[in-house]
């Protein structure tokens, strides 16, 4: 059964600096992986979507690497701004398919 | 415009009742699905229809019955509402391509509380 960790469940840093919340998932045999951004009272936006071929997806401040032998993931975010701050949440796909496979989220608070 | 819509966005209704959460999608997607996102904050999902065809069902109490009368809709009832169902219920669609990235893209939630 796949489960998804993901580490740190909150996080609180200061307006520009740079961060990584990370993701793993015990099952590798993934087909793909994909970062979405909640915010409160709201539905999920989908940030980065990674092939199980693919090693990261880049978007604006935002770089998503996968190392599927490892059940690892990570999103790093550049330069962070108030307006990052969301729950972060990573999905894993195990097939064809969007039978997706959530983590809790990662908390993030950046402070101006 | 919203892509994913779903009503009610708030339902507050007493134990026993049977309620529906409606989803309709603008995207032209292909697969619609209903995700709960419990107290803990867990998504998992319940139902997938591809095409008004289910092609996953969760291991989800009979109680919920999804219903989709073409691919852009697919509604959620659920009957003999309990306690435990309080939840957001996400409705959500994607294109399914072999092959291809199928982003996901998720309505804004409804708030289910039974009381």
């Known amino acids: 059964k796949q489960e998804v960790t993901q580490i740190p469940a909150a996080l609180s840093v200061p307006e520009g600096e740079n961060l990584v919340l990370n993701c793993s998932f015990t099952?590798?045999?993934?087909?793909?992986l994909q970062w979405f951004r909640q915010d409160p009272g709201k539905g999920l936006t989908s940030l980065l979507l990674?092939?199980?071929?693919?090693r990261e997806q880049t978007s604006g401040r935002l770089n998503a690497s996968l190392d599927k032998s490892s059940g690892r993931s990570t999103l790093y975010i550049a330069a962070s701004q108030p307006g990052d701050s969301a729950t972060y949440l990573c999905a894993v796909n195990k097939e064809y398919g969007n039978k997706l496979v959530f983590g809790a989220g990662t908390i993030l608070r950046v402070k101006s | 415009d919203t892509a994913v819509s779903q009503t009610p966005k708030y339902l507050v209704t007493q134990m026993g009742n049977d309620k529906s959460i409606k989803c309709e999608q603008n995207?032209?997607?292909?697969?619609m699905y209903w995700y709960k996102q419990d107290s803990k904050k867990f998504l998992k999902i319940m139902f997938s229809?591809?095409?008004?065809?289910?092609?996953i069902n969760e291991t989800v109490p009979n109680r919920f019955s999804p219903k989709s009368p073409d691919k852009a809709h697919l509604n959620l009832h659920i009957n003999s509402l309990e306690l435990g169902d309080s939840a957001v219920y996400f409705c959500a669609s994607s294109l399914q391509r072999p092959g291809a990235g199928n982003t996901i893209y998720f309505g804004e939630g409804s708030w289910l509380t039974v009381v």
């Open positions: 990674i092939q199980s071929s693919q």
């Open positions: 995207l032209g997607h292909d697969t």
């Open positions: 229809y591809n095409n008004k065809e289910l092609i």
């Open positions: 099952d590798s045999a993934i087909y793909n």
